[in-house]
């Protein structure tokens, strides 16, 4: 297996390594990788910060081990590798009426990601986390491979689940499906005016997927305004087929001007009737609607983007208000503001979802930024929240045991399965995860 020196990034383009990266093509050469000892497995970078870096060491990109190995039609379970990537699995699957049960923002995660992360979706408060519906996993730890899962190896996999892949290298997943109807989404679309009516929109929803778009530009009395997605998965309806584009370039820095981006999220903002609107979507453009644009993060320039993610608990809404509002009077912030709620599901110690509201705000990567998230970030700390690993590539680690009660738990299995601290990454050193005070 050929190592190659690669300087390599974040989706958010902003933190870089450089480092020597192998990508083996069979489950033989991955072993023989390993002989040695274990290495940081990696897929398609699309953890925002540093979570899939390893800065002057090496690391195992996963991304062509990834077979689907088995399927159960009657019960829809499927076993893949761990490259194999979620956008894949929906479109194999969905015209045969299953569908993953969580599926983040983008098909381009793979299975190992969606693991170490343990992603949520738009029905976060319907189905939980990712790894909840994960049925077991082969992971190699210093030990060899073992199999893990929420009964056998229970301590192992609750520290895989959401842990960053700091116990070993996830060689396959047999993951539970659920029914779907198609392979299309019926979306309803309606324009919410303000902050609390937002919140009080997605209290109420039934809908078994729910997103919010947020112009994060809006002060005063539409302060909070923004779209709401509501959807449920469809058959016998044909959609009107988007094209997919590439950003050729990347953009200016005047690009995301305060006052571009305000012109924006106007014309976003009354892109829905007044009256509110029902469409018909190809199932990639409700769950993956950045995906048709390729390389869509150079369009924040060379110098790239940070995103600030956290969740709050529901008693904490004014916080996560307040921080609304330092952001909308900031002229700092995207066009790409999401607002979810958010249900107590969570398979990991490390864990992202509580249950509440979560906030995700992209910005570019500039210093008055940087300190803005900065502040969000200590804001979000004092509200009894916590911030998204996946989206994270600021934050310091003083505040990481009171945002993951558990990590002294996750610590003790992260110990036994890798004691010579092989596979930590610069965002493992950089939040000091491993770190025994």
Not at 341 to 352: C, D, V
Not at 387 to 403: E, I
């Amino acid at each position: 297996m050929i190592w190659k020196d690669t300087t390599y990034r974040g989706w958010g383009r902003a933190l870089t390594a450089k480092g020597a990266l192998a990508r083996p093509e069979r489950q033989a050469a991955l072993t023989s990788l390993l002989a040695e000892g274990l290495l940081p497995a990696i897929g398609n970078r699309r953890s925002y910060g540093d979570a899939a870096l390893n800065s002057d060491g090496r690391a195992i990109d996963m991304t062509r081990l990834d077979r689907f190995l088995s399927f159960d039609a009657d019960t829809g379970l499927l076993e893949v590798e761990a490259g194999a990537m979620i956008g894949d699995i929906a479109a194999r699957f969905a015209p045969l009426g299953w569908l993953p049960a969580v599926m983040p923002g983008t098909g381009f995660a793979t299975v190992g990601g969606c693991i170490a992360q343990d992603v949520h979706g738009k029905n976060h408060h319907h189905m939980g986390s990712f790894c909840q519906h994960v049925i077991s996993i082969r992971i190699r730890t210093h030990k060899g491979v073992q199999e893990a899962g929420p009964e056998k190896n229970a301590e192992l996999f609750r520290a895989t689940a959401g842990g960053l892949g700091q116990t070993g290298v996830i060689l396959s997943a047999r993951l539970r499906l659920i029914p779907c109807k198609g392979d299309v989404m019926v979306v309803t679309e309606r324009r919410i005016e303000g902050w609390e009516d937002f919140l009080a929109h997605l209290d109420r929803s039934e809908a078994t997927y729910t997103v919010g778009w947020i112009d994060a530009t809006a002060t005063g009395a539409s302060l909070g305004r923004g779209i709401l997605e509501e959807g449920e998965t469809g058959a016998g309806l044909v959609p009107k087929r988007v094209k997919y584009r590439k950003v050729p370039f990347e953009a200016p820095h005047f690009a995301l001007s305060a006052p571009i981006v305000r012109a924006f999220n106007q014309l976003y903002y009354r892109r829905v009737p007044v009256s509110g609107r029902t469409l018909v979507k190809p199932i990639s453009d409700f769950f993956f609607p950045l995906d048709k644009i390729h390389d869509w993060n150079r369009l924040y320039g060379k110098r790239g983007f940070h995103q600030f993610q956290c969740v709050v608990p529901i008693a904490s809404a004014p916080a996560l208000r307040d921080m609304m509002e330092k952001i909308s009077t900031s002229g700092l912030a995207s066009p790409l503001a999401v607002l979810k709620r958010m249900g107590p599901g969570r398979a990991g110690h490390l864990s992202f979802p509580m249950e509440g509201y979560t906030l995700a705000v992209d910005f570019p990567n500039r210093a008055e930024a940087r300190e803005l998230i900065g502040r969000l970030e200590a804001l979000t700390a004092a509200a009894g929240g916590r911030l998204y690993f996946a989206k994270d590539g600021l934050a310091g680690p003083d505040s990481m045991a009171a945002m993951y009660p558990e990590l002294a738990d996750w610590r003790k299995q992260v110990k036994k399965a890798d004691p010579e601290g092989r596979l930590a990454t610069d965002m493992v050193r950089r939040l000091r995860l491993r770190d025994v005070a």
